[in-house]
């Protein structure tokens, strides 16, 4: 009875939260959908409002660019966590854990205090409207640091003492040794930044003048007119800002699964 009870509290949790999606992917196939929920079997479904997407911007440049971007952001983050994580878990330096509270502590500071004075920073060194402004702010991530010290905490201190009894310096142990068993954690973070990079529309906006070089939150924000708005088309858009998110999770949902049970993720 508790068996039972449990899988039709799951199910009815997973049908909740795929009702956004399925709504989206409904409004999208209904011609001249307005907000109002749509019928869940369109009388004339059709792809109207995929076309007038590609019609309406630049849409295949603007993906290429938040693809990049993200992956770029993603990688850039990966190793810049990962080799301050070793070195908080790892070294021993005067005012460590001092550095790490400091650290952690920008975790409680907002993007919107930040966007003035990184605007001023990216104007002085003549990098406004520039793919360089768009992937300054994310090259390193302080819940990166965080979450991948857990890992290189969890990793047996004895695989280290070995390898340096080898010859092995920090360098050789944090890629022969560490990184390979920090590969769910590595998973789970890749997957949280790349949709952080993703989605991000606040610093493009400011940052970015010309359409070639917009990202595609930013482009679909174009699509809402001053009076009017076609929603088919913006939930056209919507959806296909989703699939990459979800392949990629998918991809990585066993190691995502063992890095949020190692690592303590709530």
């Known amino acids: 009875m508790r068996r039972a009870a449990l899988y039709a509290g799951v199910t009815v949790g997973a049908l909740v939260m795929l009702f956004p999606f399925t709504w989206t992917v409904i409004t999208s196939l209904t011609p001249g959908a307005g907000l109002g929920t749509p019928d869940l079997i369109p009388d004339e479904p059709g792809l109207d409002a995929y076309r007038t997407l590609l019609d309406a911007m630049p849409f295949w440049r603007i993906l290429a660019n938040s693809l990049w971007i993200a992956v770029a952001s993603t990688l850039l983050q990966l190793v810049t966590s990962a080799m301050a994580a070793y070195a908080f878990a790892r070294l021993d330096f005067p005012g460590r854990n001092a550095l790490f509270l400091v650290y952690l502590a920008t975790l409680m500071v907002p993007m919107q205090v930040l966007v003035v004075p990184l605007f001023i920073e990216m104007r002085e060194l003549n990098l406004v409207d520039t793919y360089a402004a768009l992937l300054a702010p994310s090259i390193a991530s302080a819940f990166g640091v965080f ?54 529309f606040l610093w493009p906006l400011v940052v970015i003048r010309s359409p070639e070089l917009m990202t595609l939150p930013l482009g679909l924000s174009t699509l809402h007119g001053q009076f009017t708005t076609e929603w088919d088309v913006v939930m056209a858009g919507s959806v296909i800002s989703i699939v990459p998110i979800a392949v990629l999770y998918l991809a990585a949902q066993k190691y995502v699964i063992q890095g949020v049970a190692r690592s303590g993720l709530k």
């Open 147 to 200: 979450l991948l010290r857990q890992a290189v905490a969890q990793v047996p201190i004895e695989l280290d003492e070995a390898a340096t009894i080898d010859g092995a310096g920090h360098l050789r142990i944090f890629v022969s040794v560490v990184w390979p068993l920090m590969r769910p954690a590595l998973a789970t973070f890749a997957v949280l930044a790349f949709m952080s990079s993703w989605n991000s």
